[in-house]
């Protein structure tokens, strides 16, 4: 894993990208929302990188998302797993000497590509946010076996055999159950959450 890791990440920075491809005024945009307001601040240190438990798994590390970001490349970074592969561990934001928000600028680039549809096909992480959503969207509450269900046959089929034995085990001992819960008036959730995708 991380020999294939590191390969994919050494070959991503042979593809040259050209000025005419960015979208300029798209950072601008960005920089407007919560957490993201010092994106141009970045010095390209590498400290993120550095510090990130995860960068070797990562196709761009999050000096390079940062840069791409500034740059207006849109379509490479909310393309990219790496915005998908952020644990949330704030060790970047936190090492930072530029005080920048790097874990919120993830986030708002997470929430951007699932609404334009640009993060990356059948890669699970992303999949699996979406199905969240859709679900808890629906009924109110999410069920953990459909959930699974549906990332999986979005995104692998295949992983579900990997965890056949410890679901016969949940569902043997009761903690796992295909039984799907909802709240009493979807509906009503429904209409507030429209609301909010307006607003944004």
Known sequence: MEIRGYW?????????????????EWPHKVKTLPGCENIFSCIQ??????????????????RRIMSLLRE?????????????LCASCYSCAVHCPQD???TDVMYSLKREA?????????FPIPVLAREFYEIVKRRGRSSEMWLVLRMAFRSNPFILLGMAKSGWALLRT????????????????QRELAVKREVA
């Open 8 to 24: 994919r990440h050494m070959f991503q920075f042979r593809k040259m990208k050209f000025q005419r491809e960015a979208v300029p």
């Open 45 to 62: 240190c590498g400290t993120c990188s550095g510090t990130c438990p995860l960068s070797i798994y990562m196709d761009f590390t999050p």
């Open 72 to 84: 207006g490349f849109r379509k490479e970074a909310l393309g990219s797993e790496t915005i998908w």
């Open 100 to 102: 920048i928000h790097i």
């Open 114 to 122: 699932i609404k334009e549809n640009l993060y990356p096909k059948r």
């Open 174 to 189: 009761g903690r796992l159950s295909f039984k799907s819960e909802g709240i009493r008036n979807p509906k009503d959730l």
